[in-house]
């Protein structure tokens, strides 16, 4: 029996077209935009300046809090400016514009770092490299691991779960890093355990990924404590407290994190990033992105340097195909479409999603027929059409009540509505309201 | 690009999924009945169906388009659905003037005056259904019987379906065994020889077209299955304690409007329950109805109104039984 | 039939009865005092609930009104200065006479001038859009057209034209409540003071881009090119990142700016048409676009004539 949560869940068609290709590096961009807000919390602080010349892999922006993080340079080269340039978020946002130096060897060097297995560092040191490192969440949330791994004392925690589910479809950057760096995510799961102290490590990889399972399986067979779950193909299954359920049977509690039940969960490319930053002192610079579309010529895998304007990798894979009507950065259920392809590549770019005109469009929305599938497939227990008609009307206190907090925005209810209602739209809306009713209070 | 790119809010894909293929879906699920009873009641069954249908999309289209001056959504396919239950709950003969009075009552009053599909309270076919039964008890209950291969309403002749039988035997102070010579046999109830309205006569159609909406997905097992169970229980218990007095639960389900309540009526989107939970509630609250009406009550049949009264307590139930939200209190004690 | 004509009349009656006593002792029992000076307020009051004093209703300002020892800073936007001295009168305590304001749209940035570059599609709130991204345009400061502020108006003081997709105030019906102000996302609806014959003269952009983008996405933008910084005699205008301010309390409104602004970010309303006519021509087109208050329903009518 594969394992899997027990309630909601939806399964859209998986168009993993990317799945057997390769990563490739990517060419050295001519410029990167690197923004300075590419994690969940306070935006990092600028310290370097115009005209400046900058190292690969050197500080150019220190964190600007506790939860913050802080960003490097992605290349060797000249900061040509700070500029005003559209993210993610769709709103201009402070980005460090530098210019690769075409001479420096450093940007072009092939770094692929033997294995090394024995880890040389103590506990603090290697929680305080992630810090230093900038490595965050890479599954898509980018919350600063550091944050993550900072247990307060009297919580125990007994388990390190690693996210190799990659629910999302179309999106192959984790399948493909599993299969690539193996034994690497194996020693970075080596280390974090021995940070944390924790002797137990569960694998969860769903059940399409059966190249990846059997491999980890293979690598797993000699350490003490790793161990591999194959979960049911089902989105989303790697949703954080779906995964905490699905491998563990804990629930996490309402409005609560995995810490409450004594898990940690990192996904497996912040596993390999943090191995890179322990074993081989490599800052968190690039990632890897899958370029995919059903209209593309060529989708594949990249390592993509943090800061690559989204052209650059289209270009890559043969251009934007006629009749382009939607570009994702993310995977097509929770990714965020963005207004042009200057947007730059950032540490939660785990995807770039090329749609074309027959999907890009949203049906018109109709009546509610109250058919209550939305209720059916929310995996948090929700019922969606309630938490949209309250917000709405702005009746927020009884959102509020209803649990609209505890929504993780899968999306799967906006899918399934056959009234093409935009559920998540609401909900969304209604979340960032009730939220800053409930700052206001306190 | 021609075009300027799109933005929109994920999630950026949709199921195929449509209001507009549920809705067809209900109706090919009811072309079986459809046509088991155009064998059965011949043209009569054709003209009430159609009448039925062309009447509730006129109506539709009329109120929408002149009196609330609102979007036509003739074409969802919500008003055609409307029209054939409405057939299908009605007897073969009935005057076309009282079924176009119907399909009024039933679109005008129970769907649009509350506000267009998705916001009516009650089933429409059923009101419509309800508002004739209660308001021309004869017509609406002189059923054509089962003359196969009839082709003309004159040669109809009109008899009692086999509940009108059973409690017209039982209040005379007859018993099981006499009235059960009268009674059409199991197999001719389960295929559909038998009188009646014009979709429920048929038990293997009416099972065919649900099977094939739960295939589809469009219905859940919860409403009809928990219904037919609570129903044959119940019906089973009295049965057992006086077979004498009480039908059998196998003719209680195969007979009057059950099989069709359980698929096609109770389980109307709109107007059933939204959680699981709430969903066998429901059910068993309607069967309970049903039999009491059926074993006690004046009416031979108390489907529909049993449907009807169930109806009016979705909005309740729907708010007490929600679905167990994920992490709530319960369950993470436990753990 | 006269005994169930008379039963049922005595059972009616007696319910009534009842009824009646159970009322009235309940109303009694759970009688709650309140200062009469509350209705005589409230009475005052313009009820239209509007929100715009910050109270939530009128009735609940009128307590306030009565329960808060100094007013001073108690203020009903919809009745003004008049309502003010008399609730004042009233209750005896002292109100500060206000100046009358009227909200202002800071964006010009029509279809025409402000053209879009993608399609947004979900609910049509410009709440939910401006959480999605920064809006059709290029420019992230200015209109997003939904009209929120429409929607949110009661007193039928604003519409949606259609031809610019911008929201119109109709000045005349503007009671300053603020709810649009509230309302708007972008806060580019502005309460500005109302002078006897409304002139304004304020920046009608928001645009803090430098001036090439700003001028891009939109070709009436503020540039921050500081002309008018430059020309103004009172030291009015303010630039704040690559925005000009127009001071309200410092200008004259000697117009000035106006003619310098190389964008026409600058509007200027109600002012009678300027005597150069030659060098103005052209202006006064832009000033029919532009000036849209003071016309509301002639300007339709002439657009659609032409």
């Given at each position: 029996?594969?394992?899997?949560?027990?309630?909601?869940?939806?399964?859209?068609?998986?168009?993993k077209?990317t799945s057997s290709k390769g990563i490739k590096r990517?060419?050295?961009?001519?410029?990167?935009?690197?923004?300075?807000?590419?994690?969940?919390?306070?935006?990092?602080?600028?310290?370097?300046?115009?005209?400046?010349?900058?190292?690969?892999?050197?500080?150019?922006?220190?964190?600007?809090?506790?939860?913050?993080?802080?960003?490097?340079?992605?290349?060797?080269?000249?900061?040509?400016?700070?500029?005003?340039?559209?993210?993610?978020?769709?709103?201009?946002?402070?980005?460090?514009?530098?210019?690769?130096?075409?001479?420096?060897?450093?940007?072009?060097?092939?770094?692929e770092y033997?294995?090394?297995?024995?880890?040389?560092?103590?506990?603090?040191?290697?929680?305080?490299?992630?810090?230093?490192?900038?490595?965050?969440g890479l599954g898509g949330?980018?919350?600063?691991?550091?944050?993550?791994?900072?247990?307060?004392?009297?919580?125990?925690?007994?388990?390190?779960?690693i996210n190799g589910v990659e629910?999302e479809?179309?999106l192959t950057a984790d399948h493909r890093l599993m299969l690539e760096k193996a034994e690497e995510i194996v020693v970075g799961i080596?280390?974090?355990?021995?940070?944390?102290?924790?002797?137990?490590?569960?694998i969860?990889i769903e059940?399409?990924k059966?190249d990846a399972i059997?491999l980890f399986?293979?690598s797993?067979?000699?350490?003490?404590?790793?161990?591999?779950?194959?979960?049911?193909?089902?989105?989303?299954?790697g949703?954080?407290?779906?995964?905490?359920?699905?491998?563990?049977?804990?629930?996490?509690?309402?409005?609560?994190?995995?810490?409450?039940?004594?898990?940690?969960?990192h996904n497996v490319g912040t596993i390999f990033a943090i191995y890179e930053?322990?074993?081989?002192?490599?800052?968190l610079?690039e990632r890897v992105v899958t370029?995919?579309?059903?209209?593309?010529?060529?989708?594949s895998n990249f390592w993509v340097?943090?800061?690559?304007?989204?052209?650059?990798?289209?270009?890559?894979?043969?251009?934007?195909?006629?009749?382009?009507?939607?570009?994702?950065?993310?995977?097509?259920?929770?990714?965020?479409?963005?207004?042009?392809?200057?947007?730059?590549?950032?540490?939660?770019t785990s995807g770039?999603?090329?749609?074309?005109?027959?999907?890009?469009?949203?049906?018109?929305?109709?009546?509610?027929?109250?058919?209550?599938?939305?209720?059916?497939?929310?995996?948090?227990?929700?019922?969606?059409?309630?938490?949209?008609?309250?917000?709405?009307?702005?009746?927020?206190?009884?959102?509020?009540?209803?649990?609209?907090?505890?929504?993780?925005?899968?999306?799967?209810?906006?899918?399934?509505?056959?009234?093409?209602?935009?559920?998540?739209?609401?909900?969304?809306?209604?979340?960032?309201?009730?939220?800053?009713?409930?700052?206001?209070?306190? | 690009?021609?075009?300027?790119?799109?933005?929109?809010?994920?999630?950026?894909?949709?199921?195929?999924?449509?209001?507009?293929?549920?809705?067809?879906?209900?109706?090919?699920?009811?072309?079986?009945?459809?046509?088991?009873?155009?064998?059965?009641?011949?043209?009569?069954?054709?003209?009430?169906?159609?009448?039925?249908?062309?009447?509730?999309?006129?109506?539709?289209?009329?109120?929408?388009?002149?009196?609330?001056?609102?979007?036509?959504?003739?074409?969802?396919?919500?008003?055609?659905?409307?029209?054939?239950?409405?057939?299908?709950?009605?007897?073969?003969?009935?005057?076309?003037?009282?079924?176009?009075?119907?399909?009024?009552?039933?679109?005008?009053?129970?769907?649009?005056?509350?506000?267009?599909?998705?916001?009516?309270?009650?089933?429409?076919?059923?009101?419509?259904?309800?508002?004739?039964?209660?308001?021309?008890?004869?017509?609406?209950?002189?059923?054509?019987?089962?003359?196969?291969?009839?082709?003309?309403?004159?040669?109809?002749?009109?008899?009692?379906?086999?509940?009108?039988?059973?409690?017209?035997?039982?209040?005379?102070?007859?018993?099981?065994?006499?009235?059960?010579?009268?009674?059409?046999?199991?197999?001719?109830?389960?295929?559909?020889?038998?009188?009646?309205?014009?979709?429920?006569?048929?038990?293997?159609?009416?099972?065919?077209?649900?099977?094939?909406?739960?295939?589809?997905?469009?219905?859940?097992?919860?409403?009809?299955?928990?219904?037919?169970?609570?129903?044959?229980?119940?019906?089973?218990?009295?049965?057992?304690?006086?077979?004498?007095?009480?039908?059998?639960?196998?003719?209680?389900?195969?007979?009057?409007?059950?099989?069709?309540?359980?698929?096609?009526?109770?389980?109307?989107?709109?107007?059933?329950?939204?959680?699981?939970?709430?969903?066998?509630?429901?059910?068993?609250?309607?069967?309970?109805?049903?039999?009491?009406?059926?074993?006690?009550?004046?009416?031979?049949?108390?489907?529909?109104?049993?449907?009807?009264?169930?109806?009016?307590?979705?909005?309740?139930?729907?708010?007490?039984?929600?679905?167990?939200?994920?992490?709530?209190?319960?369950?993470?004690?436990?753990? | 039939?006269?005994?169930?004509?008379?039963?049922?009349?005595?059972?009616?009656?007696?319910?009534?009865?009842?009824?009646?006593?159970?009322?009235?002792?309940?109303?009694?029992?759970?009688?709650?005092?309140?200062?009469?000076?509350?209705?005589?307020?409230?009475?005052?009051?313009?009820?239209?609930?509007?929100?715009?004093?910050?109270?939530?209703?009128?009735?609940?300002?009128?307590?306030?009104?009565?329960?808060?020892?100094?007013?001073?800073?108690?203020?009903?936007?919809?009745?003004?200065?008049?309502?003010?001295?008399?609730?004042?009168?009233?209750?005896?305590?002292?109100?500060?006479?206000?100046?009358?304001?009227?909200?202002?749209?800071?964006?010009?940035?029509?279809?025409?001038?402000?053209?879009?570059?993608?399609?947004?599609?979900?609910?049509?709130?410009?709440?939910?859009?401006?959480?999605?991204?920064?809006?059709?345009?290029?420019?992230?400061?200015?209109?997003?057209?939904?009209?929120?502020?429409?929607?949110?108006?009661?007193?039928?003081?604003?519409?949606?034209?259609?031809?610019?997709?911008?929201?119109?105030?109709?000045?005349?019906?503007?009671?300053?409540?603020?709810?649009?102000?509230?309302?708007?996302?972008?806060?580019?609806?502005?309460?500005?003071?109302?002078?006897?014959?409304?002139?304004?003269?304020?920046?009608?952009?928001?645009?803090?881009?430098?001036?090439?983008?700003?001028?891009?996405?939109?070709?009436?933008?503020?540039?921050?090119?500081?002309?008018?910084?430059?020309?103004?005699?009172?030291?009015?205008?303010?630039?704040?990142?690559?925005?000009?301010?127009?001071?309200?309390?410092?200008?004259?409104?000697?117009?000035?700016?106006?003619?310098?602004?190389?964008?026409?970010?600058?509007?200027?309303?109600?002012?009678?048409?300027?005597?150069?006519?030659?060098?103005?021509?052209?202006?006064?087109?832009?000033?029919?676009?532009?000036?849209?208050?003071?016309?509301?329903?002639?300007?339709?009518?002439?657009?659609?004539?032409?």
């Amino acid at each position: 029996m594969l394992k899997t949560f027990p309630k909601g869940g939806i399964h859209p068609p998986e168009n993993k077209i990317t799945s057997s290709k390769g990563i490739k590096r990517m060419t050295v961009p001519k410029v990167v935009n690197v923004p300075i807000a590419q994690h969940i919390g306070i935006p990092a602080e600028i310290v370097v300046d115009k005209k400046d010349k900058v190292e690969i892999g050197q500080v150019i922006a220190k964190s600007g809090g506790f939860v913050s993080s802080n960003i490097h340079a992605p290349v060797a080269g000249v900061v040509t400016k700070l500029d005003m340039i559209i993210d993610t978020s769709g709103y201009k946002k402070q980005c460090i514009v530098i210019r690769t130096d075409a001479k420096d060897e450093a940007n072009f060097e092939e770094k692929e770092y033997p294995l090394k297995k024995n880890i040389e560092l103590e506990p603090k040191e290697i929680l305080k490299r992630i810090s230093e490192y900038g490595i965050v969440g890479l599954g898509g949330a980018t919350f600063p691991s550091h944050v993550k791994l900072n247990v307060r004392e009297d919580k125990k925690i007994d388990c390190l779960i690693i996210n190799g589910v990659e629910c999302e479809p179309y999106l192959t950057a984790d399948h493909r890093l599993m299969l690539e760096k193996a034994e690497e995510i194996v020693v970075g799961i080596k280390i974090l355990m021995f940070a944390l102290k924790i002797d137990k490590a569960v694998i969860g990889i769903e059940n399409n990924k059966k190249d990846a399972i059997n491999l980890f399986k293979n690598s797993v067979k000699n350490e003490v404590g790793i161990e591999v779950a194959a979960l049911k193909v089902k989105y989303p299954q790697g949703g954080e407290k779906q995964l905490v359920r699905s491998i563990l049977k804990r629930e996490v509690p309402k409005n609560g994190l995995p810490l409450d039940v004594g898990v940690i969960v990192h996904n497996v490319g912040t596993i390999f990033a943090i191995y890179e930053a322990i074993q081989h002192n490599k800052p968190l610079i690039e990632r890897v992105v899958t370029v995919t579309g059903k209209n593309l010529e060529n989708p594949s895998n990249f390592w993509v340097k943090i800061g690559t304007p989204i052209k650059d990798l289209i270009a890559e894979v043969g251009g934007l195909p006629e009749g382009t009507r939607k570009l994702v950065n993310g995977g097509p259920m929770m990714g965020k479409a963005i207004k042009n392809t200057d947007v730059p590549v950032t540490k939660g770019t785990s995807g770039i999603l090329v749609i074309s005109e027959d999907e890009a469009s949203r049906g018109e929305a109709k009546n509610c027929i109250r058919c209550g599938e939305c209720v059916f497939v929310c995996p948090m227990g929700l019922e969606p059409h309630l938490l949209m008609n309250l917000s709405e009307k702005g009746l927020y206190e009884k959102a509020s009540n209803e649990d609209i907090m505890t929504c993780i925005e899968c999306g799967s209810c906006s899918y399934v509505c056959p009234s093409h209602r935009p559920l998540l739209d609401y909900i969304r809306f209604g979340k960032s309201i009730v939220k800053k009713l409930e700052t206001s209070k306190n | 690009m021609s075009q300027p790119i799109i933005i929109s809010a994920s999630p950026h894909v949709h199921s195929d999924r449509t209001s507009k293929k549920l809705m067809y879906d209900v109706v090919i699920a009811l072309i079986p009945a459809f046509l088991v009873s155009l064998y059965v009641f011949g043209i009569g069954a054709f003209i009430v169906t159609a009448v039925a249908v062309i009447s509730c999309l006129l109506f539709e289209y009329l109120i929408q388009k002149f009196l609330l001056k609102t979007e036509v959504t003739i074409g969802d396919g919500s008003a055609l659905i409307t029209g054939i239950l409405l057939a299908f709950n009605l007897p073969s003969g009935l005057p076309i003037w009282m079924i176009i009075v119907g399909s009024l009552v039933a679109i005008g009053i129970a769907k649009l005056s509350f506000g267009g599909l998705g916001f009516n309270i009650f089933n429409p076919a059923l009101v419509g259904r309800v508002f004739l039964l209660v308001s021309f008890p004869v017509q609406m209950t002189m059923w054509p019987t089962a003359v196969v291969n009839n082709t003309s309403i004159a040669d109809a002749v009109t008899g009692a379906t086999p509940l009108g039988l059973i409690k017209e035997g039982l209040m005379f102070g007859d018993t099981m065994t006499n009235i059960s010579a009268d009674l059409p046999s199991n197999i001719d109830l389960f295929i559909g020889l038998t009188g009646g309205s014009i979709g429920e006569i048929s038990a293997l159609a009416l099972l065919l077209g649900g099977i094939y909406l739960i295939v589809r997905k469009v219905i859940t097992w919860h409403i009809p299955v928990t219904m037919l169970v609570t129903m044959a229980v119940m019906t089973g218990i009295f049965w057992l304690i006086n077979p004498e007095q009480y039908a059998s639960p196998l003719i209680h389900i195969l007979s009057g409007g059950a099989l069709l309540g359980a698929f096609f009526m109770a389980t109307d989107l709109v107007t059933s329950p939204m959680t699981k939970k709430g969903m066998l509630i429901f059910a068993i609250g309607i069967a309970v109805i049903t039999v009491v009406i059926r074993l006690f009550g004046a009416y031979p049949e108390g489907v529909s109104f049993a449907i009807l009264i169930m109806n009016a307590f979705v909005p309740l139930i729907n708010t007490y039984f929600k679905p167990r939200r994920f992490g709530s209190k319960i369950k993470s004690k436990i753990v | 039939m006269t005994d169930s004509v008379l039963y049922s009349v005595f059972l009616l009656a007696s319910l009534g009865i009842v009824a009646a006593v159970v009322l009235y002792v309940v109303s009694k029992k759970f009688y709650v005092y309140e200062n009469p000076l509350i209705a005589d307020v409230d009475e005052i009051l313009p009820g239209a609930n509007c929100a715009g004093c910050g109270s939530p209703g009128c009735k609940s300002f009128a307590e306030r009104l009565v329960n808060t020892e100094d007013i001073s800073d108690l203020f009903c936007p919809v009745g003004g200065n008049d309502i003010m001295k008399e609730v004042a009168a009233i209750l005896g305590k002292e109100v500060v006479e206000r100046d009358p304001t009227v909200a202002v749209l800071r964006c010009q940035g029509s279809c025409e001038v402000r053209p879009k570059t993608t399609e947004y599609q979900g609910p049509r709130t410009c709440a939910i859009s401006a959480m999605v991204y920064s809006g059709e345009t290029d420019c992230q400061y200015g209109c997003l057209g939904d009209g929120d502020c429409v929607k949110v108006c009661k007193f039928d003081a604003m519409y949606m034209d259609e031809a610019t997709g911008l929201p119109v105030i109709i000045t005349d019906n503007c009671t300053s409540c603020g709810a649009c102000v509230e309302e708007c996302p972008r806060d580019i609806i502005e309460m500005r003071p109302r002078n006897k014959r409304d002139l304004k003269v304020f920046v009608g952009c928001l645009n803090e881009d430098k001036g090439g983008i700003a001028k891009k996405s939109c070709s009436v933008a503020c540039i921050g090119c500081s002309k008018c910084e430059d020309i103004c005699p009172k030291d009015a205008v303010v630039m704040v990142n690559n925005l000009a301010y127009i001071d309200p309390v410092l200008c004259t409104l000697c117009r000035k700016c106006v003619d310098v602004c190389p964008t026409h970010s600058i509007i200027e309303t109600n002012f009678p048409p300027k005597k150069v006519k030659k060098e103005v021509e052209k202006k006064v087109e832009v000033k029919v676009a532009v000036v849209k208050e003071q016309i509301v329903a002639e300007s339709k009518k002439s657009k659609t004539d032409a």
